[in-house]
């Protein structure tokens, strides 16, 4: 049964850092791409960041480049968010995710899911 533990997640006061992290179980969790995603309160779902299997490539959304970092630990099985200079609208419940940005930039999730990690960004 695939399990997805997200944590690290808490209340930072805007230019801090968290960092986030997400045990996978119950698959081959190096064999697969995963993302991080956010969902902001009253909006929908917004992918932030991917990693490809091996840990070599990432790629960000446009809104935190330069802020965050991607990593994994495919020993470990987890999966990494490091936030920094964080701002208020970044305040989000975060998600990890195994899955994939469409030809059309449309994030096409996976199935499985976590409960996610609350990440709040306030003075």
């Known amino acids: 049964e695939v399990h997805l533990v997200e944590s690290g997640g808490g209340l930072v006061q805007p230019g801090g850092s968290l960092r986030l992290s997400c045990q996978a179980s119950?698959?081959?969790?190096?064999?697969?791409?995963m993302n991080w995603v956010r969902q902001a309160p009253g909006k929908g779902l917004e992918w932030v960041s991917s990693?490809?299997?091996?840990?070599?490539?990432?790629a960000y959304a446009d809104s935190v480049k330069g802020r965050f970092t991607i990593s994994r630990d495919n020993v470990e099985n987890t999966l990494a968010l490091q936030m920094n200079s964080l701002k208020p609208e970044d305040t989000a419940v975060y998600y990890c995710?195994?899955?994939?940005?469409?030809?059309?930039?449309?994030?096409?999730?996976?199935?499985?899911w976590g409960r996610g990690t609350q990440v709040t960004v306030s003075s």
């Open positions: 119950g698959f081959t969790f190096s064999n697969f791409a």
């Open positions: 990693i490809d299997s091996s840990g070599s490539n990432a």
């Open positions: 995710n195994g899955g994939f940005l469409d030809g059309s930039g449309t994030y096409r999730s996976s199935k499985f």
